[in-house]
């Protein structure tokens, strides 16, 4: 028996082609009459700019996790419209809530399904180089490897997808 869904994690990237990933993130929260929690991390400052000052790092950080938040948000609303005039999936009331945390993306992850209480995880991966066809993405295949809930990773498609929209597009 497979065990209900209520809560599914969309982790993004924001990169161009991460909006494919969450098409399928709400196709499966329609289907499974489940909520969407969205989560981007925010990657620390490298230790080089330390010579600035504590106080100055904390502000460019926290400048750098409002701007992130501000951005997913009017990307999210725009994306969710475009989807919803195209296949009338009602994209906008799925999401429950975005989430955008400074650290590192496969601990935030793994640390967000567990404080959150997700059910599944979906995410994109890119497969770059000459190894795609061996391994996952560092961050998925990593994801994959640690936790004990199930993940969709959905292959990225190498250039832009014709559906018409994308998180550029929505920008």
């Given at each position: ?10 982790a ?13 993130a ?29 106080s ?16 997913i ?32 993306p ?16 979906v ?14 993405g ?30 550029d597009?929505?920008?």
């Amino acid at each position: 028996m497979i065990p209900p869904v209520k809560k599914i994690l969309y982790a993004t990237d924001l990169s161009k082609n991460s909006a494919y990933a969450f098409y399928f993130a709400v196709d499966l929260a329609q289907r499974r009459g489940a909520k969407i929690l969205i989560l981007h991390t925010v990657e620390p400052m490298p230790s080089y700019f330390t010579h600035y000052g504590k106080s100055v790092l904390d502000k460019i950080e926290q400048s750098n996790i409002n701007e992130a938040i501000e951005e997913i948000k009017k990307r999210l609303k725009a994306l969710c419209q475009s989807l919803e005039t195209q296949s009338g999936l009602p994209c906008t009331d799925l999401v429950s809530d975005i989430i955008v945390r400074k650290g590192y993306p496969v601990e935030e992850i793994l640390e967000t399904v567990e404080k959150e209480a997700c059910d599944l995880i979906v995410m994109g991966t890119h497969g770059k180089g000459f190894l795609k066809q061996t391994f996952l993405g560092s961050v998925s295949g990593t994801v994959l490897g640690r936790t004990r809930k199930p993940v969709f990773i959905i292959p990225l498609p190498p250039e832009e997808v014709e559906m018409g929209w994308d998180w550029d597009k929505t920008a």
